[in-house]
Nanobody
Framework: QVQLVESGGGLVQAGGSLRLSCAAS????????MNWYRQAPGKQRELVAS???????IYAESVKDRFTISRDNAKNMVYLQMNSLKVEDTAVYYC???????????WGQGTQVTVSS
């Protein structure tokens, strides 16, 4: 069955960095667009970054130039490097896989990122 497992979250001071990882299994990884979403308490889930099968990346304006999404198709992994973290980046971060052609959408369990001042 499909599994997306996030790791790398934790507590970090503002200005610091974290690297999130997502390990995918049960899907043909290289045909899926991979995404990172986040959800802060009391707020809607939002798209943070997306990377296509062709390695084209897009970012939410709030994280542009601070976060970098990447993928390793050989390892079925997607990463989110987060630099210059801000308190407002505090959220649960979710890995997501989409196969748009069929409308398939899979989610990981989330990993907590807490940025302290």
């Amino acid at each position: 069955q499909v599994q997306l497992v996030e790791s790398g979250g934790g507590l970090v001071q503002a200005g610091g960095s974290l690297r999130l990882s997502c390990a995918a299994s049960g899907i043909t990884f290289n045909i899926y667009t991979m995404n990172w979403y986040r959800q802060a308490p009391g707020k809607q889930r939002e798209l943070v970054a997306s990377i296509t099968t062709g390695d084209n990346a897009i970012y939410a304006e709030s994280v542009k130039d601070r976060f970098t999404i990447s993928r390793d198709n050989a390892k079925n992994m997607v990463y989110l490097q987060m630099n210059s973290l801000k308190v407002e980046d505090t959220a649960v971060y979710y890995c997501n896989a989409k196969f748009v052609r069929i409308g398939v959408d899979y989610w990981g369990q989330g990993t907590q990122v807490t940025v302290s001042s």
